[in-house]
């Protein structure tokens, strides 16, 4: 197995539910990184959640605003470790973006992650039915997180410790 370079930033990304937060924050901590996440760094530059941004400001704002956080993220010194929704790979200047860095693709089935979903009012909600709506995003973003995605790990089958070992274990 290559080993993946311990300099280069590291961005966790999955669709909604995946864990990026535990995993980016346990990960960040590890490596005594700062941890850059969408979530509540977006919260504190526009006072409001990403589900209240789609639905004052629209998915397409949303989307750009999460890009725009990883595009900034991306340049921090000394890199950290970033949780970004996998919508960013929605815009065509992020994949190139993301040679530079280690990836690592947090994935389960859709039924998993919508459960999980449930019990998260921060991340919006664009469909009654979280499964089909998580098909959907899967449907439209696999085959870009599994072009970009150094490390795919399954987190309905693993912890997000047993995750963080194995990162570190692939990093030089």
Same mark, same amino acid.
């Given at each position: 197995?290559?080993?993946?370079?311990?300099?280069?930033?590291?961005?966790?990304?999955?669709?909604?539910?995946?864990?990026?937060?535990?995993?980016?924050?346990?990960?960040?901590?590890?490596?005594?990184?700062?941890?850059?996440? $969408?979530?509540?760094?977006?919260? /504190?530059?526009?006072?409001?959640? /990403?589900? %209240?941004?789609?639905?004052?400001?629209?998915?397409?704002?949303?989307?750009?605003?999460?890009?725009?956080?990883?595009?900034?993220?991306?340049?921090?010194?000394?890199?950290?470790?970033?949780?970004?929704?996998?919508?960013?790979?929605?815009?065509?200047?992020?994949?190139?973006?993301?040679?530079?860095?280690?990836?690592?693709?947090?994935? /389960?089935?859709?039924?998993?992650?919508? %459960?999980?979903?449930? $019990?998260?009012?921060?991340?919006?909600?664009?469909?009654?039915?979280?499964?089909?709506?998580?098909?959907?995003?899967?449907?439209?973003?696999?085959?870009?997180?599994?072009?970009? /995605?150094?490390?795919?790990?399954?987190?309905?089958?693993?912890?997000?410790?047993?995750?963080?070992?194995?990162?570190?274990?692939?990093?030089?």
């Amino acid at each position: 197995m290559r080993l993946l370079p311990s300099s280069a930033p590291i961005v966790i990304v999955g669709l909604m539910g995946s864990g990026k937060t535990t995993v980016a924050t346990l990960l960040a901590r590890r490596l005594g990184r700062a941890v850059r996440d $969408s979530d509540p760094d977006m919260r /504190a530059r526009y006072g409001a959640t /990403a589900a %209240e941004m789609a639905e004052r400001d629209g998915p397409d704002v949303l989307h750009e605003r999460e890009a725009a956080h990883l595009r900034e993220s991306l340049a921090d010194q000394p890199p950290s470790v970033i949780a970004a929704a996998a919508s960013t790979l929605d815009h065509d200047d992020i994949p190139d973006l993301l040679a530079s860095a280690v990836v690592i693709w947090l994935d /389960a089935p859709d039924a998993v992650l919508a %459960e999980r979903m449930h $019990s998260s009012e921060h991340r919006p909600h664009f469909e009654a039915d979280l499964v089909a709506m998580l098909a959907k995003q899967r449907a439209q973003r696999a085959a870009h997180l599994s072009e970009v /995605a150094d490390l795919t790990f399954d987190v309905a089958a693993l912890k997000p410790e047993e995750i963080i070992t194995k990162v570190l274990d692939a990093l030089d």
